[in-house]
């Protein structure tokens, strides 16, 4: 027996019986398998027809439909890979060199259990998963033009102004903390916006925003919350960096008080220089190389003593020789007096 294909197996299945009782929500797809421009549908498409067809009182089984059809199951024919879109609710991105891209939110078409998502569950909007032309399905979540047609599925998105200044400004980007302005500036605007479009509706007797103000609020809202999440970060980075800087100071002069300490007992150490080196640590950022320049000054005079130069050499008394130089001097001040 030769096979037909499944669109004739439908239109006589469906007999007088008007298409829009089978398919009500998708009447142009069931119109163009039934006329071949559609030669092997999905599988769950073929599952919604057999329910339209039991509702209007003939009882047939998917197996029964495709049974003397030349019908193939895809390899790849997965109802999770068809999505329907939100018409209003955006997702978007911004990347580190300020571009943006906008998509509309996308939904899984079916649930696990095969039926249709509709509605989006979030606003209750009628979701798109069709061409209104043409009827054929939308392929994936960044589409925005019917691939069968050419159709366009949404009005574009204006961005406002104040957006486009902030996020083509480069500083925003390269410069520390100047995304604070742009903070600002938005913020302000954004509540400028949400006052505005309160005091339209209610000019206008309306309840609720239109989809383009609901998607200038998401944008603005959107680049905004970009900002301070950028500023934030920076602010902590600033605060993690003042941190490890203090403990790195901190360690410099532990080692330099070790050296210091190490040096009082040896003929390398003087009062001047202990004076010399204390001032120096007040003014230098580099603790490294305060304590390497003692340690070559005292290589030096180490050096100039063993030349025969004992005029340019730094005075090397311990610090018990100066005492006692201080304590006979007292002791001679105070026979004068006697």
């Given amino acids: ?44 498409t073929l599952m919604e027809i057999v329910k339209g067809l039991n509702d209007i009182g003939n009882p047939i089984t998917f197996e029964e439909l495709i049974e003397g059809t030349t019908w193939e199951e895809s390899k790849g024919d997965d109802i999770a890979t068809e999505v329907a879109l939100s018409p209003s609710l955006l997702d978007m991105r911004l990347t580190d060199d300020g571009v943006l891209t906008i998509s509309h939110k996308s939904y899984p078409l079916y649930n696990q259990d095969g039926e249709m998502n509709k509605y989006c569950p979030e606003t209750g909007e009628k979701l798109i998963y069709e061409c209104e032309s043409c009827g054929r399905k939308v392929e994936n979540a960044e589409q925005k033009f019917c691939m069968g047609c050419g159709e366009e599925y949404f009005e574009s998105i204006d961005i406002p102004k104040v957006v486009k200044e902030e ?33 339209l509706m209610k000019e206008e007797n309306r309840k609720k925003p239109t989809i383009r103000e609901r998607q200038t609020l998401q944008v603005v809202e959107f680049v905004l919350n970009y900002f301070k999440k950028k500023f934030i970060n920076e602010e902590n980075q600033r605060d993690s960096k003042v941190s490890t ?28 220089k202990l004076l010399n ?15 390497e320049q003692w340690d070559s000054s005292s290589l030096n005079d180490e050096n100039k003593s063993r030349d025969g130069n004992p005029e340019n050499v730094s005075d090397k008394k311990s610090v018990v020789e100066q005492n006692d130089a201080i304590n006979n001097k007292k002791e001679k001040k105070g026979d004068k007096n006697v």
């Fill in 245 to 272: 800087d203090e403990s790195i100071k901190t360690e410099l002069f532990r080692q330099a008080a070790i050296r210091i300490t190490e040096k009082m007992d040896t003929d390398e150490f003087s009062l001047d």
């Fill in 167 to 199: 996020i083509d400004f480069p500083l925003n980007y390269i410069q520390e903390g100047d995304s604070f302005g742009g903070i600002d500036h938005l913020s302000k605007f954004l509540m400028a916006y949400k006052e505005g479009t309160q005091k």
């Fill in 1 to 44: 027996m030769k096979k037909i294909s499944i669109g004739e197996k439908v239109k006589q299945e469906r007999g007088e019986e008007k298409q829009s009782n089978i398919m009500p929500d998708n009447q142009g797809q069931l119109s163009q398998i039934e006329s071949g421009k559609i030669k092997n549908p999905k599988k769950h």
């Fill in 277 to 291: 080196f204390t001032q120096d640590l007040g003014k230098t950022d580099d603790l490294t190389e305060l304590v």
